[in-house]
Nanobody, 122 residues
Framework: VQLQASGGGLVQAGDSRRLSCTASGLPFSSLSMAWFRQAPGKEREFVAAISWSAAKTYYEDSVKGRFTISRDNAKNTVYLQMNTLKFEDTAVYYC????????????????WGQGTQVTVSS
């Protein structure tokens, strides 16, 4: 059972980056998936979520219009396209999965990836 996140790195403010999270050993196509992030010294926070069918997506206010969550159930992969990155987007980004509908709380998610670091230089 594994969620493998990738795509992080060092970028400049205003750049774009796409994160990927690939599942193995999970019923991925039946899971709601989400991205959370955690900056140094801060709690882990919700970024975006997507229902199992991709019919519904949800975003934290500060990323609306800049980030897009999507999924490819045939590839067991969820993506986070991040555009117009800002310094304050710097964090470790985690993908997470749960049964049922998506929500905004870390406690609702039972499957977690290892995180991928995104560093935005100003």
């Amino acid at each position: 059972v594994q969620l493998q996140a990738s795509g992080g790195g060092l970028v400049q403010a205003g750049d774009s980056r796409r994160l990927s999270c690939t599942a193995s050993g999970l019923p991925f196509s039946s899971l709601s998936m989400a991205w959370f992030r955690q900056a140094p010294g801060k709690e882990r926070e919700f970024v975006a979520a997507i229902s199992w069918s991709a019919a519904k997506t949800y975003y934290e206010d500060s990323v609306k219009g800049r980030f897009t969550i999507s999924r490819d159930n045939a590839k067991n992969t969820v993506y986070l396209q991040m555009n117009t990155l800002k310094f304050e987007d710097t964090a470790v980004y985690y993908c997470a999965g749960k049964g049922g509908g998506p929500n905004f709380m870390t406690a609702g998610y039972v499957y977690w990836g290892q995180g991928t670091q995104v560093t935005v230089s100003s």
